[in-house]
């Protein structure tokens, strides 16, 4: 009983006893053993399971009672294999997000704000330039990262510098940019606001002579406002169409949109802009266009001597981390940004804190 007990807890029973001979011919010669078939009651019915417990060699088998705690250890193992398991993929993927960070060598503190300018479509790697620049500041000053960040992003974006013009100082603006980005509405928006607000004399030429209704669309507006247009059909009729604008202040040329790696249109855009010897150049870039199409862009625009950017469709875009890329590939001014379709009143001088604010309305942790 006490054997029973032991085994099977204080409130096991004992079933039945009975003498049993030893196995083989020499367990004739031995002692005989004693089984004693016990129960316990484990609250439930089906747990009351009789188990057989061999006593004389102090050999106990619960050969019932065993093949139901294995498969119940063995559930306990699998579900803590299962636990481990999941332990395992949680701290792998932590790991590797670790890595991933670490191969950013940006401090801890800074990641969310790397990760607020990614989300705003800032470029990965002008994004970690950015935040460690604004790291080795937050270092050197006693200024909080933040601050810090907004210096280093004020930088970036640089000043505005939007048209300017004097009455009797002709000046002559030319407006390029690929196609369909909104070069001629952009001009029609700029012609207005000097004409009709700063009561400029303006005069317009359109170079684009490609399409038929690109030269429609802008006889309207200067029907509209009522501004005469001269039409040049090749680069060398824009010395004399500026003839005819002498008494202007300002004379806006309207291009036809370059695809990238369009040699010719280059020569004749370089050609129109030495023959008119223009003041400045406008690059018109939508905002909806990708980083690497940006990139392209830019690229296929390095054979211009200087120019401005102008962006368009801002309203149409999701960030401004756009406009950031292009400063940063391009390594020219901010003038405009173009809001809308409506003339003239979607358009505004670029202002370096409102660009800001929206980036940084982001970049709050
Ligand atoms: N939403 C939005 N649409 C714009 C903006 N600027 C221009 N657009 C529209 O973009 C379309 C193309 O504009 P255009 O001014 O003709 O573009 P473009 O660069 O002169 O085009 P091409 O001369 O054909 O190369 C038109 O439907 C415009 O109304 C803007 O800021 N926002
Ligand atoms: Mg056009």
Redesign the pocket.
């Known amino acids: 009983m006490q054997k029973v007990k032991a085994e099977m807890g204080k409130d096991a029973l004992i079933l039945s006893t009975r003498k049993v001979r030893q196995k083989g011919i020499m367990g004739w010669f031995k002692r005989p053993l004693i089984e004693v078939v016990a129960a316990a009651d484990e609250s439930r019915e089906e747990n009351f399971i009789p188990r057989r417990v061999m006593s004389a060699n102090a050999t106990s088998y619960a050969l019932l009672g065993r093949q139901d705690d294995t498969s119940r250890v063995l559930e306990k193992l699998e579900a803590q294999i299962a636990n481990m398991g999941e332990m395992l993929d949680k701290l792998t993927s932590s790991l590797k997000a670790t890595e991933g960070r670490a191969d950013l060598n940006i401090k801890h503190e800074y990641i969310p704000y790397y990760e607020m300018l990614v989300k705003n479509e800032v470029n990965e790697d002008i994004a970690k330039d950015i935040i460690q620049k604004a790291g080795l500041l937050h270092e050197r000053s006693s200024a909080d990262f933040k601050r810090c960040l907004e210096q280093v992003l004020m930088e970036r974006i640089g000043p505005s510098r939007p048209l300017e013009v004097s009455p009797g100082r002709r000046k002559v603006v030319i407006f390029v ?1 690929p ?8 001009l029609a928006k700029l012609a207005a606001i000097f004409s009709i607000q700063k009561q400029m004399r303006v005069g317009l030429i359109t170079a ?1 002579t490609y ?1 038929i209704a ?1 030269v429609d ?1 802008l006889k309207i507006y200067a029907e509209i406002m009522e501004l005469p247009l001269s039409i040049v059909y090749s680069p060398r009729e824009v010395v004399d169409a500026l003839e005819e604008h002498n008494d202007k202040d300002v004379v806006f040329i309207d291009t ?2 370059k695809s990238i790696r369009d040699r010719a249109q280059e020569k004749e855009i370089l050609e129109l802009i030495s023959l008119s010897k223009a003041d400045e150049v406008y690059l ?1 870039l939508s905002c909806n266009t990708s980083y690497s199409g940006c990139l392209n862009i830019i690229r296929s625009y390095s054979f211009l001597p200087d120019y401005k950017l102008l962006f ?5 875009a999701s960030s401004y981390g756009i406009i950031l890329n292009c400063r940063h590939i391009s390594g020219r001014p901010l003038s405009y940004i ?4 409506s003339v003239p009143d ?1 358009i505004e001088v670029a202002d370096p804190n409102k660009l800001l604010s929206c980036i940084m309305k982001r970049v709050e942790v």
């Not at 196609?179 to 952009?186: C, E, F, Q, R």
């Not at 368009?312 to 149409?316: A, G, I, S, Y």
């Open positions: 940019g196609t369909g980005v909104g070069k001629t509405t952009s684009d399409r690109a669309q036809a949109g018109v368009t469709k801002v309203d149409e173009a809001t809308g379709q979607d």
